[in-house]
């Protein structure tokens, strides 16, 4: 029987998988698929450049040894590599290299952190990577300790934890944690990467925003850098970068960070990410970035509850080593419901106020400081308070709303609901969808516009919005 490519490497993949790991396999040798067999040429086709690098850097000797059983001393290998599209016009196509054949990847060395101060040369540029260190960027305020868990917050704090004693190790790759300004993301982001300093200190974590790591992108790309600059990323152990949002529009740093995120979640390092929108909602970037922000786990921190606000701030009276009443405290809870950030301030208003004038803090008081930001502040409009205004509005029973059923009425009244959880709150699509009967986002998408449409052209319906719309508005 005549020796076939497939039939060659079926028996190359038989031998290495007995001498690897199954996840090693299921990683790296599952997606490769054999092309051509010519005399003692077999070539293999891999999904993309960094399949090729990974395997030629890491898995070569193994390959070779099994050709060899299969095809003699003599065999070869040639990799087809499946290259991205660049413009949607483009035909995909490939490119042949042989193995071995590949300049070899220089080892980055360094001898200056990342953040350096202006006047060096190339701070990307490191001698020395077994003595590599790297200022992380971590605020050591704050951590797990006083991060407080509650119903707002358990999923991404729970996946968090985990992440920090197996960074790269655990589904959760990449960790895309989105919310509202203030509620806690980017404090969660940072205690992660103290954890993993804590438990693993031989672990390279490092923090960056978004907009930090585009202003470096555009100085190495300036000075020639631009290599050293993605080398050096793709080092991280454990990369954390804040507001990943902000890469929308920069359609370079989409390509650059496009394979750095391709180099660490390949070779097992830890990604994560925060934005103030889910993966889906992030407008102007690229689809096959957005499909990776999508691999691992991607979780909503929510404004917290009255339970988590009380607790935050008898942890932060603690902290401060100030008393206060529960009375007050409880105020302070049910007044500013809008995030951490202003719950934590009204209190240091609070303290001020008691301080500079020398009073006690009374709820007297405290009703007096925070009067006007709970006058001017907009009222706590909710998803489930839209939801109930919608269905008295309608005479129609919550639990119809957010069933399945199709009628023409029951639709609308869900579609008007969604529309104005949009416009109200600042809960992502996905959110939203998944408060009004388990949509998900495309659904209420398709939601909005349709209210939208039929705001313009359907007098009756024209009416019914303009009437909700009062009825909210009256409550800002």
């Known amino acids: 029987m005549s020796k076939t490519s497939i039939s060659v490497w079926d028996s190359c993949l038989q031998y290495i998988r007995d001498n690897i790991s199954e996840k090693s396999y299921l990683t790296w040798f599952e997606p490769v698929k054999a092309v051509k067999l010519q005399e003692n040429v077999l070539t293999i086709q891999v999904p993309s450049k960094f399949y090729y ?27 087809s590599i499946m290259m991205e599209k660049k413009q949607m016009t483009e035909e995909p196509y490939t490119v042949n290299i042989p193995s071995s054949q590949k300049a ?22 490191i001698p020395g990577l077994q003595k590599l260190k790297i200022d992380s960027q971590l605020n050591t305020n704050y951590t797990f300790d006083n991060f407080i868990e509650g119903e707002s917050n358990r999923l991404a704090r729970s996946a968090g934890k985990q992440i920090a004693k197996r960074p790269g190790g655990t589904s959760f790759n990449p960790f895309f944690i989105y919310s509202g300004v203030g509620l806690g993301k980017t404090h969660l982001a940072h205690a992660i990467g103290l954890e993993v300093k804590r438990l693993q200190s031989g672990k390279t974590v490092l923090y960056v925003s978004m907009e930090k790591f585009c202003q470096q992108f555009q100085e190495a790309t300036k000075s020639n850098n631009r290599n050293d600059f993605i080398h050096f990323y793709q080092m991280i152990d454990v990369l954390i970068v804040d507001d990943i949002h902000f890469i929308s529009g920069k359609k370079g740093t989409q390509e650059v960070f496009f394979h750095i995120f391709n180099h660490l979640h390949q070779s097992g390092k830890q990604i994560i990410l925060t934005s103030d929108k889910s993966p889906v909602d992030i407008q102007d970037v690229e689809q096959r970035l957005i499909s990776r922000f999508k691999w691992g786990l991607s979780t909503e921190i929510q404004v917290p509850d009255y339970t988590t606000r009380l607790a935050i701030l008898k942890q932060k009276m603690e902290f401060d080593g100030i008393e206060l009443s529960e009375e007050v405290l409880e105020y302070i809870a049910q007044n500013i419901k809008t995030n951490i950030r202003e719950l934590e301030g009204s209190l240091n208003s609070i303290i001020a106020q008691a301080t500079f004038n020398k009073k006690e803090i009374t709820l007297e008081l405290v009703q007096k400081t925070l009067d006007s930001l709970i006058t001017n502040s907009k009222k706590d409009i909710t998803i489930d308070f839209i939801q109930k205004l919608v269905c008295d509005y309608f005479k129609v029973p919550i639990d119809l709303l957010q069933s399945k059923t199709r009628k023409r009425d029951i639709v609308q009244a869900r579609q008007i609901a969604m529309y104005f959880a949009k416009k109200y709150t600042n809960a992502s699509l996905t959110s939203i969808g ?13 939601a909005c516009k349709t209210v939208d449409n039929l705001f313009e052209t359907d007098r009756m319906f024209k009416t019914y919005v303009d009437d909700l719309n009062k009825k909210l508005a009256s409550n800002i």
């Open 53 to 79: 690098e990974y395997l030629e850097e890491n898995y070569i000797k193994i390959i070779k040894s099994a050709l060899t059983k299969n095809l003699g001393k003599d065999a070869k290998l040639v990799y």
């Open 434 to 446: 998944n408060q009004i009967g388990k949509r998900d986002h495309a659904t209420v998408l398709h």
């Open 104 to 125: 070899k990847i220089q080892v980055q060395e360094v001898d200056a952190p990342l953040f350096v101060e202006r006047g060096v040369k190339n701070p990307f540029i």
